[in-house]
């Protein structure tokens, strides 16, 4: 089983300012078969990110994934103040999908 | 739109079956993948499995002696058996769509989630 683990647990920033989370894997994932949530309090999770850096449909464009292999980055450019929330990662190459443990975006 | 809906008993006692039904609205069941994924309070999600809407399923080894899961594509309805439930089954469980196949599948519409907790 594939193991992601993600960092900063919690990430305190501004509105406006520069986001980066990280996402690692305890092997490869094939495929870069690797998606971003966000998820709100008491809201069903949102796919942001698939295929590692395909922005879903509706996701926008201050949104970025990258990374390859075991370490994966969500980016985002310019923190609005919808965007404070919790994002989780998803790995689907292997039968038994994982997740990562989520890290919280909260306001500074 | 596409919406998932969760529904069943928000309480189980310990060794009985725990059952949840997830109605599909705004579209069908047919054509799809639909998994199941829970979380455990301060937990990490946990996949618990998907089923195809023929009916063919794939399940976590850590559950897959304790889980089934069936489709009605009659009534646009999936559902979730889990036997013989322990407290460490107390959790959100959400239903999804496996709605975008990109190498693999992933879901891209998921149910509000219901909470579960198992207790006597």
């Known amino acids: 089983e594939i193991v992601l683990t993600q960092s900063p647990g919690t990430l305190s920033l501004s509105p406006g300012e520069r986001a980066t989370l990280s996402c690692r894997a305890s092997?490869?994932?094939?495929?870069?078969?690797l998606a971003w949530y966000q998820q709100k309090p008491g809201q069903a999770p949102r796919l942001l990110i698939f295929g590692a850096s395909s922005r879903a449909t509706g996701t926008p464009d201050r949104f970025s994934g990258s990374g390859s292999g075991t370490d994966f980055t969500l980016t985002i450019s310019r923190l609005e103040p919808e965007d404070f929330a919790v994002y989780f990662c998803l790995q689907y190459s292997t039968s038994t999908r994982t997740f990562g443990q989520g890290t919280k975006l909260e306001i500074k | 739109q596409v919406q998932l809906q969760e529904s069943g008993p928000g309480l189980v006692k310990p060794s009985e079956t725990l059952s949840l039904t997830c109605t599909v609205s705004g579209g069908s069941i047919s054509g799809y993948y639909w998994t199941w994924i829970r979380q455990p309070p301060g937990k990490r999600l946990e996949w618990i499995g998907y089923i195809h809407y023929s009916g063919t399923n794939n399940y976590n080894p850590s559950l897959k002696s304790r889980v089934t899961m069936s489709v009605d594509t009659s009534k646009d309805q999936l559902s979730l058996r889990l036997r013989s439930v322990t407290a460490a089954d107390t959790a959100v469980y959400y239903c999804?769509?496996?709605?975008?196949?990109?190498?693999?599948?992933?879901?891209?519409?998921w149910g509000q989630g219901i909470l579960v907790t198992v207790s006597s």
């Open positions: 092997q490869s994932v094939s495929s870069a078969n």
């Open positions: 999804a769509r496996l709605g975008i196949c990109s190498g693999g599948c992933l879901a891209d519409h």
